[in-house]
């Protein structure tokens, strides 16, 4: 069993749209979990942390923690063509970060 | 500031050659990471420096050394390169072992 699990998609919404995208955990022991953005060919960059239980927001992304059902989600608000990339959800396990595979978000004009 | 560097972009190697891919970063980071990404399996760490003169296994650290040469720089070694070591490396800071900031990323192909 993978550590962090992720539908590969792609996901498709039309721009203006709510794109949810999720993931789940294996190891009740992670500490901290990451959203990351990857544009092909590009390296990742951080779009949101969060470590504890509940929502958090910055602009038009919420991150979502439930440790209880080892699941953790990315809403991304009045979604653009611009946030067309791949998705990665990485969780930190003392020191060891573990990614999923990634989702692949399309938004449609 | 630069950011998190890595050298080179691109290299090609044969089977049982060596090579170091360098990496640095300039923003007082304690932790330094190393992973590889192949198509549809997400990133996977290799090894990690959680601090200056300290490394650690990650999840595929077989086949490759590393050296956390000061707070700045941590390379990573292939001694005997393979087929199966084609991949797209990347390089990643963190101040704290949280949030991470990638290098631009080595893509390597050893034929």
């Known amino acids: 069993q993978k550590e962090v699990e992720q539908n590969s998609g792609p996901l498709s919404v039309p721009e203006g749209a709510i794109a949810s995208l999720n993931c789940t955990y294996s190891?009740?022991?992670?500490?901290?979990f990451f959203w990351y953005r990857q544009y092909s060919g590009k390296s990742p960059e951080l779009i949101m942390f969060?470590?504890?239980?509940g929502d958090k927001e910055d602009g038009r992304f919420t991150a979502q923690l439930n440790k209880a059902s080892q699941y953790v989600s990315l809403l991304i608000r009045d979604s653009q063509p611009s946030d067309s990339a791949t998705y990665l959800c990485?969780?930190?396990?003392?020191?060891?970060?573990?990614f999923g595979s990634g989702t692949k978000l399309n938004v449609k004009p | 500031n630069a950011g998190v560097t890595q050298t080179p972009k691109f290299q090609v190697l044969k089977t049982g050659q060596s090579m170091t891919l360098q990496c640095a970063q300039d923003?007082?980071?304690?932790?330094m990471y190393w992973y590889r990404q192949d198509p549809g399996m997400g990133l996977r760490l290799i090894y990690y420096?959680?601090?200056?003169?300290?490394?650690d296994k990650g999840e595929v650290p077989n086949g490759y050394n590393v050296s956390r040469l000061n707070k700045r720089e941590f390379s990573l070694r292939l001694e005997s390169a393979a087929p199966s070591q084609t991949s797209v490396y990347f390089c990643?800071?963190?101040?704290?072992?949280?949030?991470?900031?990638f290098g631009p990323g080595t893509r390597l192909t050893v034929t």
């Open positions: 990643a800071s963190s101040p704290l072992a949280d949030e991470q900031y």
């Open positions: 190891d009740r022991g992670s500490q901290s």
């Open positions: 969060i470590y504890s239980n």
């Open positions: 990485a969780v930190n396990n003392f020191n060891k970060f573990y």
């Open positions: 923003m007082n980071h304690n932790s």
């Open positions: 420096s959680a601090s200056e003169g300290t490394t």
